[in-house]
């Protein structure tokens, strides 16, 4: 079988485990994989030299019986910001060029302990700040659907991973839509799971009070088996809590029969591309066809959420960035002369110009003397979309909106325009923003490019997301198709 | 100088002090590595308080504590809540870019700890008490490349540190101290700190202004940095004080500022002035929690306080009637206080008690640079020795040699007392043998005392002490001494 790449997380974890095929044959058909598409995508930062060795170590542990391995075989592409103890984190930024952290992140080692295997680091926007993977201080990564096309951003090189089928699976990091967006421009499925359900530790802070991992996949039962394994409290992150899912496979097992969908129409009125808009109406009446209750919800404060995403976010990123300063890892500038010079140049040399950007603005405010005028009127306001929220799901299950206003935009078309670039988060944000769960769904496509479904639900209710968006697959075919490639 | 001192009374000095105290906990506040001094440096560091890129603090519950007993030592009210905030600056020492700490719901507020003052106590009130991280230390010296680099340390780094803020209640430089003294005591005998500030694991800041006296307003601050020991602190204060009056004198204007205490020159110079001063862009640190502590916790942690140094002066004063300024010396550290209650106990004589560990134990541990732990006299021999004097067995004179010889023996005062026949001679008739042959002896000396020159008397006292080696019981030389001459 040389096309093992084809198939998905459950059904190589299962031949694994029934020793059809090894661990190792599985590795291969990725390995070679990758070979083959990477000069086109340029999805990875790294891949790892290890991941056939491990992928016999699973075949001996199957062989002698282990079968409490979800995951038996199944490759994972990890995001270049989570932790792999002794493999490069450079979080695509210069100024972590060939940096090795000495520990691997929470949920990469339980993802790992589920029984899957690491094939290696992805490409992203410089610590993850961007919508396109065009910020990578390395290089862009490409939509697997159109070269001409960006993968979406952050965590484009996981999703463009995923799409091409170089991995069945793949963890990213989601702060403002880094999963969930460039989950829709590739045309997979991705999860920002309920701040707090998975631990941050081993993942490079961007904005600590956000960021939250979560897995990509090809089907919203792999998502939610990668979920399950990398779910739950640690001790290492005391934002984090306990909240497993008892049965990965329960928790998808529902249909569409009287779930409450609320669609916030005045927040949809301006803006959305019109093929994307055919594609989630689609979406709702094909729900709607097999039971879903449509509801209209409103979410007054959500005209606010990306400004007030882009203060709380450039804020937190502002002191986190603070520790790249060339004093005890990382790239230093040669020759300055005094402490100050020697800070100023490292920064300046290290970060890209999106990232010096959200610095200097994040340090703005938080300014004395502007601080109430941005930072605390942002955590207000930030308050208030999360008590819309909860009113929402007061008459409602599920809330759906498309997951971004456009399909996949070219390499290149926004990049010298920020705001546009920001305004890409508008429908996601305000699932980071309040802590919420938040999927997106392959849903259709728009001039041959994905366009993606996006399911919100209340904290800690992805079952309730995992449900519905099981019940969306089995109405539909749009998560079997595969890029031309 | 008379003048100068003149002009100084005509203002009045507004002093606050901020202390800075590490916490003795197991751990460092984030991160499982050990809290230790004086080890190797970066032995005791991990990814959490190296501030590597990925790791989080998780917050030690004893190092809240612990907080909480500082806190309920100087009589202050527990938040409920309390939040954590990120003070942003660049320093090499500061691994993170920025020091965890609280700034605008800090873990405590408004205590008050207790300073003497004529007869009785004065309160200085805190206004709150927070916790933060410590941060590393620089190593610019002793190393073979010092003359081209500078090292960090980051043993320190994460060290739970409170803070202890004053309200301006302060305006002497020995009030400072008195109140130093004090805050320190409590600290160490709430075991909350090791209180030494040439460690640095007491550190302290002072706020300082001055304002003609009846004045309202306040005048313009300087805070000064730096201060590496109470004495330090009254100094730099005291100097502080003297050149703010000098340069409103000469018609000049304080400028806010902080200054840097220089021990060596007796002075402080400035460091940074308001313009410079750095804006911390303070925010609530979203990597950890607000900070709840329930009423049990806070009950547990009152529970487990010691009785703190101003009550146990009070209980002093009253129950062993000694006066305040021994009950304030002795109860300055709970191992003297201790030391000082069980010879006080066990001997029943709280006065003698008071006297000989004042003047004797207290002294000869600082001749020798010793720590009581380390002292060779125990309670239990001074109240031996106590009895001794008490029971007429050996003079009070004869006390004071046989200390010094527990103290370099470390013997019993017993067995010094009969190894070398130091037992007072209570015998009548040896002591009348010994009168006679000196009376028989000096007709002359005699005759002056029948003259009318009774101070004579004390002469003769003199000689048969000499005779006795000292032994002879006083009171009884005197009596028999007069009954002779006397006729
Ligand atoms: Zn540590």
């Known amino acids: ?485 | 100088m008379r003048d100068w001192k003149a002009i100084r009374a005509r203002y009045e000095p507004v002093i606050g002090l901020e202390v800075h105290a590490q916490l003795k906990t197991a751990t460092k506040i984030f991160c499982a590595c050990p809290n230790r001094f004086g080890d190797e440096p970066n032995t005791h560091v991990c990814p959490v308080c190296l501030g590597l890129p990925g790791s989080l603090p998780v917050l030690s519950r004893q190092a809240v504590s612990l907080a909480m007993r500082a806190a309920l030592a100087t009589h202050c009210t527990i938040q409920t809540t309390s939040i954590f905030a990120r003070k942003n600056y660049f320093y090499p020492d500061l691994p993170k870019g920025y020091q965890i700490s609280q700034y605008e719901r800090p873990l405590a507020t408004e205590g008050y700890v207790e300073i003497p003052a004529n007869e009785g106590f004065r309160r200085i009130r805190v206004q709150r008490i927070h916790i933060e991280e410590d941060a590393g230390k620089l190593l610019h010296e002793g190393f073979a490349w010092s003359n081209d680099k500078s090292g960090i340390d980051f043993n320190r780094t994460g060290v739970p540190l409170i803070e202890i803020v004053t309200a301006p209640d302060i305006r002497t430089s020995e009030e400072a101290h008195e109140y130093l003294a004090a805050l320190r005591a409590t600290l160490v005998y709430a075991e909350v700190s090791d209180g030494n500030m040439e460690e640095g694991s007491l550190r302290c800041d002072a706020n300082v202004s001055v304002r003609r006296s009846g004045e309202a307003a306040l005048g313009t601050r300087t805070e000064i940095k730096n201060l590496n020991s109470i004495r330090n602190v009254a100094r730099a204060i005291e100097h502080e004080i003297s050149r703010q009056v000098a340069l409103i004198e000469s018609g000049g204007d304080v400028v806010q500022e902080t200054r840097l205490w220089n021990a060596d020159r007796g002075e402080t110079v400035s460091m940074r002035s308001k313009e410079e001063a750095h804006d911390y862009r303070y925010f609530p640190e979203p990597d950890l929690p607000p900070l709840l502590v329930d009423p049990e916790w806070i009950e547990s942690a009152r529970r487990s306080l010691p009785e703190l140094p101003s009550d146990r002066r009070r209980r002093f004063i009253e129950h062993y009637g000694i006066p305040a300024y021994d009950a304030g010396v002795l109860t300055l550290s709970r191992e003297v206080a201790d030391y000082f209650e069980e010879a006080a106990r066990a001997s029943g004589n709280p006065k003698a008690a008071s006297n000989w560990v004042m003047t004797d134990v207290l002294r000869k541990l600082k001749e020798d640079t010793r720590p009581l732990s380390a002292c060779p006299v125990s309670p239990g021999r001074l109240t031996e020795m106590i009895c001794l004097i008490d029971d007429g067995v050996i003079s009070g004179k004869i006390a004071k040699d046989v200390f010094e010889k527990m103290w370099s023996t470390g013997a019993p005062a017993g067995m010094i007392v009969e190894c070398e026949e130091l037992t007072q001679v209570t015998d009548a008739s040896a002591i009348e043998a010994v009168i006679a042959e000196i009376v028989g002896a000096h007709a002359d000396q005699v005759a002056v005392y029948r003259n009318g020159k009774k101070a004579a008397l004390g002469w003769f006292v003199g000689q048969v002490m000499r005779k006795t080696q000292g032994k002879a019981n006083p009171r009884l030389v005197n009596e028999l001494l007069r009954k002779a001459l006397d006729g």
């Open chain 1, 1 to 485: 079988m040389t096309d093992l790449w084809r198939l998905n997380a459950r059904e190589i974890s299962e031949k694994v485990r029934k020793r059809e095929v090894s661990a190792v044959e599985v590795m291969r058909a990725h390995l070679s994989r990758i070979e083959k598409l990477e000069p086109r995508i340029d999805a990875f930062l790294h891949v790892n030299e290890h991941a056939l060795s491990r992928a016999r170590s699973i075949d001996s542990a199957v062989s002698r019986g282990s079968v409490d391995l979800p995951l038996a075989g199944v490759p994972a592409a990890i995001k270049d910001v989570l932790h792999v103890a002794n493999m490069p984190t450079t979080c695509a930024s210069k100024i972590l060029r060939n940096y090795v952290p000495p520990f691997t992140a929470t949920c990469v080692a339980r993802l790992e302990r589920a029984g899957a295997i690491i094939l290696g680091k992805t490409n992203m926007d410089e610590f993850a700040m961007g919508s396109s993977t065009e910020n990578s201080g390395y290089k862009p990564t490409r939509n697997p659907w159109s070269a001409a096309h960006v993968p979406g951003g952050s965590s484009g090189g996981s999703a463009a991973a995923v799409a091409a089928q170089m991995a069945p699976i793949a963890l990213g990091t989601d702060t403002g839509g880094s999963i969930r967006q460039p989950a829709a421009f590739c045309g997979v499925v991705g999860i920002k799971p309920t701040y707090g359900r998975v631990s941050r530790y081993g993942l490079v802070a961007f904005a600590s009070s956000l960021d939250q991992a979560g897995p990509f996949a090809r089907t919203v039962q792999d998502a939610a088996v990668v979920l399950a394994a990398i779910s739950g409290r640690d001790d290492h992150d005391a934002t984090s809590v306990e909240r497993r899912f008892p049965d990965a496979h329960a928790e998808t097992d529902g249909d569409a029969r009287g779930l409450r969908v609320g669609v916030p129409w005045e927040f949809l009125k301006r803006g959305v591309d019109a093929g994307v808009m055919t594609s989630f109406r689609e979406a709702l009446d094909q729900l709607q066809a097999c039971g879903a209750l449509l509801r209209d919800v409103s979410l007054p404060h959500l005209a606010h959420a990306v400004a007030t995403y882009y203060i709380v976010a450039t804020a937190e990123a502002s002191s986190n960035l603070a520790r790249y300063d060339g004093v005890r890892y990382g790239r230093r500038a040669e020759g300055a002369t005094d402490l100050d010079q020697m800070y100023g140049e490292t920064r300046d040399r290290g970060f890209g110009a999106e990232v010096k950007r959200r610095i200097i603005l994040g340090t703005f405010v938080l300014s004395s003397g502007y601080y109430d005028a941005y930072y605390l009127r942002a955590q207000k306001v930030r308050a208030l979309i999360r008590r819309d929220f909860e009113a929402a799901f007061e008459s409602c299950d599920v809330i759906a909106t498309p997951t971004t206003p456009s399909p996949a935009f070219k390499i290149g078309e926004k990049t010298d325009d920020p705001l546009k670039m920001y305004l890409e988060d508008v429908f996601t944000v305000p699932a980071n923003l309040a802590g919420l769960p938040g999927l997106s769904i392959p849903c259709g496509l728009s001039a041959g490019l994905p366009v993606g479904l996006q399911l919100m639900s209340r904290w800690f209710d992805e079952s309730m997301l995992l449900r519905a968006g099981h019940a969306f697959e089995r109405l539909t075919e749009h998560h079997l198709r595969r890029p031309p490639l």
